[in-house]
């Protein structure tokens, strides 16, 4: 799994930090807990205190601790509603592209279509197109495919795969292909007048553009943007008057008018972190900018945090400016401008999947950190198991077991069929190589 780079520069200042305050009497207070409590270091707190570390109604979330209940909000243990775990099955490996990791997926409408990525040092730029009518792979054409690369974005046109930018083997790129996958064949994308070349962007399809905006080379984060039209092979800027400032990570989706961007993330200076409650929503046919609310917005940090659009609204998962508390889920409505924290969530995952069924968000794997806020000391991370779905017309989360799906995904991109979530690629903890595998979820 790919960590937070932001957790790790920070997990150890503020480990070290616990561990002068609290570590030299850590014995002493776990002494004088009474059982079944012990010593827990609490977020923000000067000095340890003693928490029940199993079922302790008040400190959940806190002292890499999982309530039994089996869920968490606001620092208070409950029992969340189950639903009928939908039917996952295996997707055929026969024919797959090769293991990789930081690859895309897109649907085509018939066929789910994986590109680049890769696994260690190296790059790729293969892939493969997934038929789930007859659970079969056909390995995409190489010739004239772009530059290898990993973190580049790819949306479908309704007739072709467009992919730009990404990690190449030798630093950012600000080059692109066309993909027509009833020819099996690729065509390039100008670079007269496109974006600077970068990495960790945002991309969405109009409908006759694609727009790319944001990301960065680091330590240089962008606020920057470009409008693709694949008709006339042409790149067109985006005004920065009004943008966001720079950042990469947001949380993004384009509602049929309008691009939105929220939140993410940049590096102010050596080793610190910036996460912005902040963003904007852009019009491409005015070529203008404008503010989102920040009334009651949460913080999304990097890309662990889910977000999923539902054709309403803006999910995402973050966390209040100043809480403590672990991530809730909040949801941005673009015709009132306006945002509402959802009920409470069944898990704290974060790094998970999602996507909308046109009834209900869909939450898949991830990992979740026992332990405390904002990058915790040890970031113990353990994979999630089963699903979690959000339903906002009743404004509901529910949990279900799912042992025979895929375990352990985190990052992986997938897909909605209109019928069934396909997932292909598993990146398990310590492990970025298992990844010539995955599944078909029907709800």
Not at 319 to 329: R, V
């Amino acid at each position: 799994m790919r960590k937070s780079r932001r957790c790790v520069d920070r997990v150890i200042a503020l480990a070290t930090a616990l561990a002068v305050a609290s570590c030299g009497s850590a014995g002493a207070a776990s002494d004088a807990c009474p059982e079944p409590t012990t010593v827990c270091a609490v977020y923000l707190s000067p000095s340890p205190i003693c928490a029940d570390l199993r079922n302790d109604p008040l400190r959940c979330g806190d002292c890499s601790r999982v309530c039994e209940a089996p869920s968490c909000a606001d620092g208070v243990c409950f029992q969340c509603p189950t639903h009928t775990a939908g039917g996952w099955r295996l997707i055929s490996a026969a024919g797959s592209p090769a293991r990789r990791v930081g690859h895309t997926a897109v649907w085509t409408g018939a066929e789910m279509i994986v590109w680049g990525g890769g696994g260690g040092a190296s790059v790729t730029d293969t892939g493969g197109r997934y038929d789930p009518a007859v659970d079969r792979w056909t390995i995409t054409s190489p010739v004239n495919a772009p530059a290898p690369r990993s973190g580049h974005t790819a949306v479908w046109t309704g007739a072709e795969m467009i992919v730009w930018g990404g990690l190449g083997a030798d630093g950012s790129l600000d080059t692109g292909g066309r993909y027509d996958p009833v020819t099996d064949s690729w065509a390039p994308l100008t670079t007269s007048g496109a974006p600077d070349a970068r990495a960790s962007h945002a991309a969405v399809w109009t409908g006759t553009v694609m727009l790319v905006w944001g990301g960065s080379i680091r330590p240089t984060f962008f606020n920057t943007g470009g409008r693709y039209d694949p008709v006339t092979d042409t790149w067109s800027p985006m005004t920065t008057t009004g943008a966001p400032s720079p950042r990469e990570g947001a949380a993004t989706a384009w509602t049929g008018s309008e691009l939105l961007v929220w939140s993410g993330y940049s590096q102010p200076g050596p080793g610190t972190w910036g996460v912005f409650a902040t963003g904007g929503r852009y019009d491409p046919l005015s070529d203008s900018w404008r503010p989102i609310s920040s009334v009651g917005a949460p913080l999304v940090g990097e890309q662990e945090s889910p977000y999923v659009w539902t054709e309403a609204e803006l999910v995402v998962v973050g966390t209040l400016p100043g809480s403590a508390l672990a991530a809730g889920a909040f949801a941005y409505d673009p015709a009132v401008d306006a945002w509402r924290e959802t009920a409470p969530r069944c898990d704290q995952r974060l790094y998970s999947g999602g996507v909308w069924t046109g009834r209900e968000v869909v939450m898949w794997g991830g990992m979740i950190t026992q332990g405390l806020p904002d990058c915790r000391p040890l970031c113990n991370d353990v994979p999630a198991l089963g699903e979690v779905r959000y339903d906002p017309s009743s404004d509901s989360w529910s949990s279900a077991m799912t042992a025979d799906g895929p375990s352990g995904t985190s990052g992986v991109p997938a897909v909605w069929t209109g019928a069934e979530l396909l997932v292909w690629g598993v990146a398990l903890e310590g492990d970025y190589f298992d990844l010539g595998s995955g599944g078909r979820y029907r709800p």
